[in-house]
């Protein structure tokens, strides 16, 4: 008689250790890595579960960044938590905002801070060692007009800012998904629009680079048939970099390597 081929029941003992050890990884994930830093899950469970365009990477934090975030988070930084509106002029000293979601390691969004003091840039991101790299950048160079928000940017611009209250919105080199079935997580959807145009001011420029050819096709056409957003190119395409972004070494990599990079710049109706 052959044997069977189900498993062997649980034990309770099993179950108690395997339910303890999740409970230990549950509350792993959900604490600061950082104790004054940016939170590990800052929304918890106070939104809704829902497809996300960014996933967070659990990367090393070197002893500077560390360093940065625990000395310059209470100061220029906020955690995404989607319980209260934040008062931006307040936050700003009344200076004009931009919004700039994913700013990586922080390198252009710095250089951006520096060469246009009058203006605050709310950089948002989910990667620690990029958040502690931004501050400290800030923290050396006296860029006061930066502040670096933890957590989902849907929530921030959904929950937490007022309408029109954005001069301006950047998302450079979003995550491209370049896999079919993985285009529903991509950024730049209709959706993400009508968002975005109830945050920014009329005449507010939402800015987008990529240099994903087929991700960049989208952003065009989505852009174009969004009846609150009006390009700013005289031809209806793309428009050349303008001289305020910063061409980023990574960037710089790609077109070495024959990446063709579009810029997107639309103007709030």
Same mark, same amino acid.
């Given at each position: ?49 829902? &497809? ?8 090393? +934090? ?6 940065? /975030? ?6 220029? @930084?906020? =955690?995404?938590? @989607? ?15 931009? #919004?700039? &979601? ?14 246009? %003091?009058?203006? @605050? &840039?709310? $950089?948002? =991101? ?7 790299? /931004? ?12 502040? +670096? ?13 007022? %309408? ?6 950047? +998302? *450079?080199?979003?995550? %491209? ?10 950024? &730049? ?7 975005? $145009? ?5 005449g507010a420029v939402l800015h987008c680079a990529t240099d994903?050819?087929? *991700?960049?096709?989208?952003? #065009?056409? +989505? ?26 070494r990574f960037e710089g990599q790609g077109l070495d390597k @024959? ?11």
């Open positions: 008689m052959s044997e069977s081929l189900n498993p062997a029941p649980e034990t309770d003992e099993a179950h108690d250790l395997r339910a303890v050890a999740f409970e230990r990884q549950r509350r792993l994930r959900q604490e600061p890595r950082f104790p004054g830093g940016p939170a590990a899950d800052p929304a918890g469970s106070h939104h809704e579960r829902r &497809i996300r365009s960014f996933q967070p990477r659990r990367s090393r +934090v070197t002893p500077g960044q560390e360093d940065a /975030l625990q000395r310059l988070w209470p100061k220029w @930084g906020l =955690d995404i938590d @989607g319980q209260s509106v934040l008062d931006l002029p307040e936050l700003f000293d009344g200076l004009p905002i931009v #919004l700039e &979601i994913g700013f990586g390691m922080g390198e252009a969004t710095a250089r951006m801070a520096a060469d246009d %003091p009058g203006t @605050g &840039i709310l $950089a948002v =991101d989910v990667h620690t060692p990029g958040q502690g790299n /931004l501050l400290g950048l800030a923290d050396r160079n006296g860029l006061s007009n930066i502040r +670096v928000a933890n957590g989902d940017a849907i929530i921030l611009l959904r929950e937490m800012l007022p %309408p029109d209250s954005l001069d301006g919105l950047r +998302v *450079y080199f979003p995550d %491209p998904w370049p896999k079919k079935r993985h285009h529903k997580r991509r950024l &730049i959807q209709p959706e993400f629009l009508d968002l975005a $145009a109830q945050r920014l001011k009329p994903w050819e087929p *991700y960049a096709e989208q952003m #065009l056409e +989505v852009l174009t048939a969004h009846p609150l957003f009006e390009n700013t190119a005289a031809d209806g395409g793309y428009a050349p970099r303008p001289a305020f972004r910063p061409l980023t @024959g990446h063709v990079v579009h810029d997107l710049l639309f103007a709030r109706s």
